[in-house]
């Protein structure tokens, strides 16, 4: 069965760079939520799209923005990198219209900011 | 604010017998729970849920019993096997669009 891909899988960035980060939901899955997990942490919850509209938002940085297109897909752009946002980015999907709340995860983007 | 606590950072158990992980809430809006599982490296799997209609739910080897009144819900493995071996993170649903609150995880190891 198809999964949530995640683009890229790694990313090294410098301080004060741009980054942005991909994801393919589910096909058929209408929602897509994106989670931060630091070192040794729970999953963060930053912001989530339904029908490409922005629909929850967590928290998400100012210098982070986030998008739902029209096939879908997510990106999360970062800008002005600071070292705390290392850290493994994921984006999960859902089918709102399902009888449940499940999340299906991606397998993460390691971000390290250096 | 909602919160969602897992005491317990780490869990040993022998192969076969019963993993018991636990979960703590306050001021859940939707008493709706979701367990994920997580290996290094990997997203969180999802494994089971339940709702408040609900005081069990039970999938295989996995139940899940919450106790409202508690405010305490908790994972049962029977049994349990090495490849259980991961963190366990429970989860609140914490709006009606979806979004999920996580414990901090247990990490379960089982040994052979």
């Known amino acids: 069965a198809a999964g949530v891909i995640q683009s890229p899988r790694h990313l090294i960035k410098e301080k004060r760079e741009t980054a942005t980060l991909k994801c393919y939901p589910i096909?058929?899955?209408?929602?897509v939520y994106w989670y931060q997990q630091g070192p040794g942490q729970d999953p963060q919850f930053l912001i989530s799209?339904?029908?490409?509209?922005?629909?929850d938002k967590g928290s998400i940085p100012d210098r982070f923005s986030a998008q739902q297109f029209s096939d879908y897909h997510s990106e999360l752009n970062m800008s002005s990198l600071e070292l705390g946002d290392s850290a493994l980015y994921f984006c999960?999907?859902?089918?709102?219209?399902?009888?449940?709340?499940?999340?299906?995860f991606g397998p993460g983007t390691r971000l390290t900011v250096t | 604010d909602q919160q969602v606590k897992q005491n317990s950072p780490s869990l040993s158990v022998q192969e076969g017998r019963i993993s018991i992980l636990n979960c703590d809430y306050t001021?859940?809006?939707?008493?709706?729970f979701l367990w994920y599982k997580k290996y290094p490296a990997e997203g969180p799997t999802f494994l089971i849920s339940?709702?408040?209609?609900?005081d069990k739910n039970e999938d295989g080897r996995f139940t899940v019993f919450l106790n409202k009144s508690a405010k305490h819900l908790s994972l049962h493995i029977v049994p349990s096997q090495p490849g259980d071996s991961a963190v366990y993170f429970c989860?609140?649903?914490?709006?009606?669009?979806?979004?999920?609150?996580f414990g901090q995880g247990t990490i379960l190891t089982v040994h052979p």
């Open positions: 999960a999907s859902s089918d709102r219209t399902g009888p449940s709340y499940e999340q299906y």
């Open positions: 096909p058929r899955h209408d929602t």
């Open positions: 001021n859940s809006m939707f008493d709706y």
């Open positions: 799209f339904y029908e490409k509209m922005q629909s």
């Open positions: 989860a609140e649903l914490g709006t009606s669009y979806g979004k999920l609150t």
């Open positions: 339940i709702s408040s209609i609900k």
